[in-house]
T-cell receptor
Framework: AQTVTQSQPEMSVQEAETVTLSCTYD???????LFWYKQPPSRQMILVIR??????QNATENRFSVNFQKAAKSFSLKISDSQLGDAAMYFC????????????FGKGTRLSVIA | KAGVTQTPRYLIKTRGQQVTLSCSPI?????VSWYQQTPGQGLQFLFE???????NKGNFPGRFSGRQFSNSRSEMNVSTLELGDSALYLC???FGQGDTEAFFGQGTRLTVV
């Protein structure tokens, strides 16, 4: 079974600084997707960034970027120029690329942003 | 365009009762998935519906059931509630089966007392 591990239950970062959240996963599949979701206090899960496993190039969305190391099964999220609004729970998730497979989530990392 | 709507937002029930939660997906989306979120277990997949048919089911007891209507709205039902069912229940919609982008609602916070 696929598993996703986030080893940092909590992280903090100074406003305007950069922070990296770690994620490792275990799968025997070669075709899959990886995601980072943000869950603010409003509880709504918001997709931050997505990476297709077959793409070697790391995904980037504005201040958010990933470091995808397929061989190491590592998928870290880098947040640059951190803002107060970035404070939230961040979940790493995996999905095997087949019709009706669900998302498999890590336990999450709580990010605090210090003004 | 309206997002995923879950109702109610909060619910308090007594052990042994049953509960029904509702999810209205984004207009045009035909796939609805349900997840249970608890502090101890994290986010766990309950089931997925596509075109009114359950396509996948997680490892939950039969007390947890769901359905999807022709307008893609979905309901999940939990019978004989237990204290351990207290959780945030999240619904996600996507355009098609296995669509890589899922949009989540704000969830229903269920408390069983």
């Amino acid at each position: 079974a696929q598993t996703v591990t986030q080893s940092q239950p909590e992280m903090s970062v100074q406003e305007a600084e950069t922070v990296t959240l770690s994620c490792t996963y275990d799968t025997s599949e070669s075709d899959y997707y990886l995601f980072w979701y943000k869950q603010p206090p409003s509880r709504q899960m918001i997709l931050v960034i997505r990476q297709e496993a077959y793409k070697q190039q790391n995904a980037t969305e504005n201040r958010f970027s990933v470091n995808f190391q397929k061989a190491a099964k590592s998928f870290s999220l880098k947040i640059s120029d951190s803002q107060l609004g970035d404070a939230a729970m961040y979940f790493c998730a995996y999905r095997f690329n087949s019709g009706n497979t669900p998302l498999v989530f890590g336990k999450g990392t709580r990010l605090s942003v210090i003004a | 365009k309206a997002g995923v709507t879950q109702t109610p937002r909060y619910l308090i029930k007594t052990r042994g009762q049953q509960v029904t939660l509702s999810c209205s997906p984004i207009s045009g989306h035909r796939s609805v998935s349900w997840y249970q979120q608890t502090p101890g277990q994290g986010l766990q997949f309950l089931f997925e519906y596509f075109s009114e048919t359950q396509r996948n089911k997680g490892n939950f007891p039969g007390r947890f059931s769901g359905r999807q209507f022709s307008n893609s709205r979905s309901e999940m039902n939990v019978s004989t509630l237990e204290l351990g069912d207290s959780a945030l229940y999240l619904c996600a919609s996507s355009f098609g089966q296995g669509d890589t982008e899922a949009f989540f609602g704000q969830g229903t916070r269920l408390t069983v007392v």
